[in-house]
């Protein structure tokens, strides 16, 4: 079995903080790559964080220095520190994972086969 589960989305004021968590299990072990997405009505997928297996992250745009992503080092999870958030960051957030050939070389772009089901955040002015 793969599956992933993010939790810890909800509605907060501009300004506010969220802590984004996703559980995660496969048969294969860990993946060379954790990420978050996000997508809305009115804006495509947009990758937002990723961290590969020896701790390298990349961030999307418009996120570095509010958003902070960490793996658990005795868990099996992955998490989104979300800071100072703005209307438009609310969106679903998803979690996703792959483990390519060459590691996690173009994290942002790269095609993941396996997703969560995603959970809510929503932004308030």
């Known amino acids: 079995q793969v599956r992933l589960v993010e939790s810890g989305g909800g509605s907060v004021q501009a300004g506010g903080s969220l802590r984004l968590s996703c559980e995660f299990s496969?048969?294969?072990?860990?993946?060379?790559?954790m990420a978050w997405f996000r997508r809305s009505p009115v804006k495509e997928r947009q990758g937002v964080a990723v961290?590969?297996?020896?701790?390298?992250?990349t961030y999307g745009a418009g996120v570095k220095g509010r958003f902070t992503i960490s793996r658990d080092p005795e868990k099996p999870m992955v998490y989104l520190e979300m800071s100072n958030l703005a209307p438009e960051d609310t969106a679903i957030y998803y979690c996703?994972?792959?483990?390519?050939?060459?590691?996690?070389?173009?994290?942002?772009?790269?095609?993941?086969?396996?997703w969560g089901p995603g959970t809510q955040v929503t932004v308030s002015s």
């Open positions: 496969s048969y294969h072990g860990a993946f060379a790559c």
């Open positions: 996703a994972g792959a483990t390519p050939f060459d590691g996690c070389p173009d994290p942002l772009n790269f095609t993941y086969p396996y």
């Open positions: 961290v590969d297996t020896v701790g390298r992250i």
